[in-house]
């Protein structure tokens, strides 16, 4: 086989899952073409193929069935979209002596935001040599076309045509009233304006494989009854039946909408600066270096990097934090986030197709493609249920008359009702359309998860294990406690910050960073250099200083019973100590620990209160991570290596339990990989999104427990779509049969249904703070 490659198509006009199921019969029966994904949500069709597949040919064929399709791209399949390595370099950690360096083993990880590369697009495929794929949509054939997924739906095609039905039928209404003896043939009129379009809809249907479409039973129906001379209530079933398909077109665009209105949030042009010039230029026009100027108020055009300003930003519209976040130079900004008060110069990070948003978007989509288990199981089931019912329906009308000498025309009739009660429209529908919905609801909120199969699991996890740095705290450490021994607390801190000044070490940022907060100024150290890997010593002023560990500080000014006490009481909590020496006396201690994140204590509560057990798996000592363990009530484990917390996933598993592992993606790719589910946690939106099942773009705790009720509302609501769509067919089934209700209620137990089922579906669009 030759080399394998992958084509996107724009396929527009599908709006439930059978429109999806015949193109994907279709499309599989073309040469060359090995496997097939199409998205009604996305309005989307993937195909693997090799060399010698005929793609005009292809879309020909989609189109026949009354799409529109448009060839997007084509890649080599095995090619890898490209992405940068993660740079994970370390901290230029300053030797810095004594600061107790087993504080935090999980610092030696960067914990800022990182750039972690690009997704290359696919190359661009060569375009089929014409048009003719989309020109070769013959006219006519829209009997399942939705149109356009914006503006009015009268603008539509399917509109259109269902006007016209209706207005012809009202038309035939008027004739038989006025002029009875022409009333057959009016009525007979009126169901051809309707049946023509879905009838040769149902042929080509049939020709690609699908034999047993809704708009073949439709056909056989309509014809059924106009034989047996009930014309007028065949022309109103047809008009009926576009009614029903239109809503549902309706529905499946506001789904697809709420997706797509995260794209809108990108503003379409940006202040471009160019040389000493800012022009105004499209903001897709963008590339990676561009430096952009970004006003007050503004929305920000693209992912990038702050160089210079300062202001707060609200990130709602991506990340569905409420509360601006405060950024400064150097701190990452992304597109479709608003600037608040100051102007910033921002270099570009990210090109427009690539931006945080982008990314979003594509993996919403690409998770709507895939299947989950119980779509994949009712779509056996249809391939079996819809000719079963065919054969029922046939066995009514006909062994009724033949056996008992029953009314061939009323058994006819009935049996023509089954059939229309039989199409599986509301049925397919259920789970995909319920799926579709809290895939994007929960993107809205900043929760991304890749497909049904994955929403599907959520629901069912018992045991969720956290990574303890950066994902149950702020991954950097900060100052808890002052402690003086002689002096002012201010002024132990001003001393300290001088020594500190200057260096990089994740402790001395923590001590320069509460200087800043308390506004306290301080110089820089005269001759700061550091002391053999015990702390740091210098000068400020006559006054000669040292910063380090306890034990380093007490060689060079012994410390009390009392000072030692209190010392050992915060690293009983976890916290890291650094004792200031002043002209050889112990005058003061500060103590620092990375802070468990604000929600996490009433997150993990949440948790145990739904009966989830939680865990913490961590590389950090021991001491450590049992004083943020007892803080927030959650179970540890410390000192593990990546390769144990992948064990103890395993062996959780091996338990019987089923394990969701939280993490930030760089060193916990192996326990998320070993889960049943990974969720990827964190500012950097595309930190984890390659090993992980789900991310959560917001650090917050809280939103793994909403990751799971998203799953469980999901799971409730494709429950209820399979009761309506199986119950009502039931209850249409055996009044038919016992003569209660004839075609038109037939019909509206399958369009009926099937709006039902959508807008039900729909309701889980409405997002949850």
């Known amino acids: 086989m030759g080399e394998m490659r992958k084509t996107r198509f724009d396929v527009s006009g599908m709006d439930c899952a059978s ?24 309005q989307a069709m993937t195909v693997h193929h090799d060399e010698t597949t005929d793609l005009d040919a292809l879309a020909r064929k989609v189109s026949g069935l009354g799409y529109k399709t448009v060839p997007a791209n084509r890649t080599p399949a095995n090619a890898a979209p490209a992405q940068a390595s993660a740079c994970c370099s370390g901290h230029a950690h300053h030797d810095h002596g004594g600061h107790d360096h087993d504080h935090d083993h999980d610092h030696d990880r960067e914990k800022h935001d990182h750039d972690h590369g690009n997704h290359a697009h696919s190359h661009e495929a060569q375009r089929p040599t014409s048009e003719s794929a989309a020109a070769s949509l013959p006219s006519g054939l829209h009997g399942h076309d939705h149109g356009p997924t914006s503006g009015p739906w009268w603008a539509s095609a399917k509109g259109r045509l269902t006007l016209l039905c209706g207005g012809a039928l009202v038309l035939a209404y008027a004739v038989g009233h006025l002029f009875p003896e022409f009333a057959s043939e009016a009525f007979l009129l009126a169901l051809l304006v309707g049946l023509v379009p879905i009838g040769r809809r149902a042929i080509m249907a049939a020709l690609a494989g699908t034999p047993f479409s809704i708009e073949m039973l439709m056909t056989i129906a309509a014809i059924g009854a106009v034989i047996i001379d009930a014309g007028e209530e ?22 697809r909408r709420s997706i797509q209105a995260l794209s809108d949030l990108v503003p379409k042009t940006a202040f471009l600066e160019d040389g000493d010039v800012t022009r105004e230029v499209q903001a897709d026009a963008l590339v990676p270096g561009n430096i952009i100027r970004i006003r007050p108020g503004d929305r920000i055009p693209a992912d990038g990097e ?8 609200d990130e709602a519209p991506v990340t569905g934090e409420s509360v601006p976040v405060r950024k400064v130079a150097s701190e990452p900004v992304f597109a479709g986030t608003v600037n608040g008060e100051g102007v910033l110069r921002v270099k570009v990070t990210a090109a427009a197709a690539d931006n945080t948003i982008a990314r979003v978007v594509r993996l919403v989509e690409e998770a709507q493609e895939a299947k989950a288990p119980t779509e994949r199981f009712i779509d056996r089931f249809s391939r079996y249920y819809t000719p079963a019912v065919v054969v029922v329906a046939a066995l009514v009308a006909i062994l009724p008359p033949l056996l008992a000498g029953g009314s061939w025309s009323e058994w006819v009739y009935k049996g023509l009702a089954i059939l229309l009660i039989g199409c599986p429209c509301a049925l397919v529908i259920s789970t995909p359309a319920a799926i579709a919905a809290s895939l994007s609801a929960g993107a809205r909120r900043g929760l991304l998860v890749k497909g049904g199969a994955v929403l599907e699991k959520l629901g069912t996890v018992d045991t969720v294990a956290f990574d303890k740095t950066g994902t149950l705290t702020e991954g950097r450490p900060v100052v808890t406690d002052i402690l003086t021994f002689m002096g002012e607390e201010s002024e132990i801190l001003r001393l300290s910050a001088a020594l500190d000044a200057g260096s990089s070490h994740p402790l001395a940022l923590a001590i320069l960073a509460r200087a800043e907060a308390d506004g306290i100024a301080y110089p820089a150290a005269e001759g700061a250099s550091a002391q053999g890997g015990k702390g740091v010593a210098g000068k400020v002023g006559s006054q000669s200083l040292f910063l380090g560990s306890p034990r380093a500080a007490g060689d060079i000014a012994p410390l009390t019973a009392d000072q030692s006490s209190a010392i050992q009481a915060l690293n009983d909590d976890g916290k890291t100590v650094s004792v200031l020496v002043i002209d050889g006396q112990a005058a003061g201690a500060i103590a620092m620990r990375d802070e ?70 760089i060193n916990d790719a192996p326990a998320l990989a070993a889960a049943d589910i990974g969720i ?28 799971i009720d998203l799953s469980k509302r999901c799971m409730a609501n494709i429950r209820q779509n399979i009761a309506v769509a199986l119950g009502l067919k039931a209850i249409f089934l055996v009044t038919t049969v016992v003569g209660i209700t004839g075609l038109w209620p037939a019909i509206l137990a399958d369009t009926g249904a099937t709006v039902l089922v959508t807008i039900n579906a729909l309701r889980l669009l409405r997002v949850r703070a």
């Open 596 to 665: 468990p994140r604000k929600d996490a204590r009433q997150a993990l509560a949440a948790l145990k209160a739904n009966g989830i057990r939680t865990v913490m798996l961590t590389g950090d000592n021991r001491r450590v991570a049992e004083a943020v363990g007892r803080d927030l009530g959650i179970d540890v484990r410390a000192d593990l290596m990546p390769q144990d917390k992948q064990t103890i996933v395993r062996e959780l598993k091996a338990q019987g339990a089923t394990v969701a592992k939280v993490g930030d993606g």
């Open 306 to 313: 702050i160089l210079s300003g300062e202001s707060a930003i």
């Open 19 to 42: 429109c999806a199921s015949k193109i994907d019969t279709a499309v599989r029966r073309v040469a060359g073409v090995s496997d097939v994904a199409v998205s009604v949500t996305t």
């Open 680 to 707: 990827a946690i964190g500012g950097g939106t595309d930190v984890a999104l390659e090993t992980a099942d789900a991310a959560i773009l917001h650090g917050r705790i809280a939103d793994v427990a909403a990751l």
């Open 234 to 255: 065949a022309a109103a079933v047809v008009f009926l039946f576009l009614v029903g398909e239109l809503l549902e077109g309706v529905a499946a665009s506001r789904a």
